[in-house]
């Protein structure tokens, strides 16, 4: 071999080098799957093994808060990098057309910068079930993805032993159609028939495929599931008898000092459930987690046989909490702790695993995966890099977290102000993090509101400020 061909040899290894030297990246979303629900942040009954797993593998955040506690805006800001309150993403959208065409969404922006960049089924915006029972694109953004792959599935039209178990599921006010209504299937057959177990198989072949790849892999995988219709194969159901099934605490009162308001109307009472019903309803949430659980576990297993895990981030979380019946609510929409706080799951190789407890939001992952992945994070995005964190989970970045239904949360360490303009919330979460005692309008606590509201004007101020369109 001559002197040149052992240099055009190394000048080619080392560009070859340079692609996968980058992390990859991937990034698991489930749909509506509240923290409360996982065993790896204290839930007792719901077995989640593998995403135990991975929280032992890698740092799990304790006070991870989605910007919006509906799918469509908490998407849109993830994925882009902008509050809902700036971008005004509302509904069904990806968000593109509100922040316009020369902004990056997150993989796009890796895709620029040589990551190829992959989706597989719910990542930006869909209607579940329409979107999956048609297989259709829903609010995607195509500009984000090199490759992009819908996983249509039968949802309630699986044979199983079905089940309904709101008897109102229509009849709440405006905008709690049918669609969110506990839809429970029992179904026959595998993983692979719904949707979900299609997604995990399509994310197993692309990890084979990958591992032959010159360049670095952005791979986002979105599942359904926990989300209505609560869908799944029997197998996972069989795993709950419904006597085991305990209802959070039914507290005398309760509701009496939640502001009755949109946010808030989500209640057993509105549904028309009875105890079996709410325990049904628990039985088939906890099943589709289970189900999710372990199709994360078949794709991280796929990510370890490839030989990927050493050279790649692995993300876990969801679009927003849910809720199961405490005070005796139900679903999202609410900013109470359970619909707003996300399960967050990072896992970084080389990185010492952590339990983190500072505050942090899930606009917070575009810059910081950058960070991590060596790239230059976007002047024009509004969350923080918290990649310091994984050095030091001690380490505090944000004074308080921001999230926002119909009405606005401030989370603060100690603090909960939930507004809704004149009415609010207002919660010790040191001493009462359940949120069973509203001090909104103890006059004892005149001082603390004022400080709170003016925290939160202040943060919503500097979001309206903050130009979409400079420091690109
Ligand atoms: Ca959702």
Not at 376 to 398: A, E, H, L, W, Y
């Amino acid at each position: 071999m001559t002197f040149r061909s052992l240099a055009i040899l190394a000048l080619l290894s080392t560009f070859s080098l340079i692609g996968r030297e980058k992390l990859n990246v991937l990034f698991i979303i489930s749909d509506d799957l509240t923290a409360t629900a996982l065993g790896c942040y204290g839930n007792t009954v719901c077995k989640t093994p593998n995403l135990d797993q991975l929280a032992n593998e890698g740092t799990r955040f304790t006070r991870a808060y989605c910007q919006a506690t509906i799918c469509g805006p908490s998407r849109a800001s993830l994925m882009f990098g902008y509050y809902p309150y700036a971008s005004k993403a509302s509904g069904y959208t990806s968000g593109r057309k509100e922040v316009g065409p020369d902004k990056d969404s997150w993989p796009q922006y890796f895709k620029r910068k040589g990551y190829h960049t992959s989706r597989i089924s719910k990542v930006f915006h869909m209607g579940v079930p329409p979107d999956i029972t048609k297989g259709s694109d829903g609010a995607d953004d195509a500009e984000s993805w090199n490759e992009a792959y819908n996983s249509k599935g039968p949802e309630t039209k699986v044979s199983g032993l079905s089940e309904q178990l709101s008897n109102n599921p229509g009849g709440l006010k405006k905008g709690t159609g049918s669609s969110q209504s506990f839809n429970v299937v029992e179904a026959e057959g595998d993983d692979l028939i719904h949707s979900d177990g299609k997604t995990a198989q399509k994310a197993i072949e692309l990890l084979h495929k990958y591992k032959e790849m010159e360049k670095p892999f952005f791979l986002a995988v979105g599942f359904v599931r926990p989300h209505v219709p609560l869908v799944a194969p029997k197998k996972y159901f069989d795993a709950y008898p419904l006597a085991e099934i305990v209802l959070p605490p039914k507290i005398p009162g309760d509701q009496n000092d939640i502001p009755q308001n949109p946010a808030n109307r989500r209640t057993t009472d509105n549904y028309k459930m009875d105890l079996n019903q709410q325990k049904g309803t628990l039985r088939a949430y906890y099943a589709s987690v289970s189900f999710v659980d372990a199709l994360v576990g078949k794709i991280l297993g796929a990510l370890e046989t490839t030989g990927q895990r050493d050279n790649t981030i692995v993300i876990f979380t969801s679009d927003h909490g849910y809720h199961l019946g405490e005070h005796d609510l139900w679903q999202k929409v609410s900013i109470h702790e359970e619909s707003a706080r996300v399960p967050l799951i990072i896992c970084v190789p080389g990185k010492k695993t952590a339990v983190c407890h500072s505050l942090s939001e899930l606009i917070d992952l575009y810059p910081t995966v950058s960070q991590l992945c060596g790239l230059k994070i976007p002047g024009n995005v509004q969350g923080k890099d918290i990649s310091i964190m994984f050095d030091d989970p001690t380490v505090k970045v944000r004074d308080a977290a921001l999230s926002s239904g119909k009405g606005r949360l401030l989370r603060t360490e100690k603090w909960a102000l939930l507004d809704y303009g004149k009415k609010g919330e207002l919660y010790d979460m040191e001493k009462d993090p359940k949120q069973y005692e509203n001090l909104f309008e103890k006059p004892e606590y005149a001082e603390t509101l004022v400080m709170l509201k003016e925290k939160l004007k202040a943060k919503l101020n500097e979001i309206e400020k903050h130009d979409l369109y400079l420091n690109k």
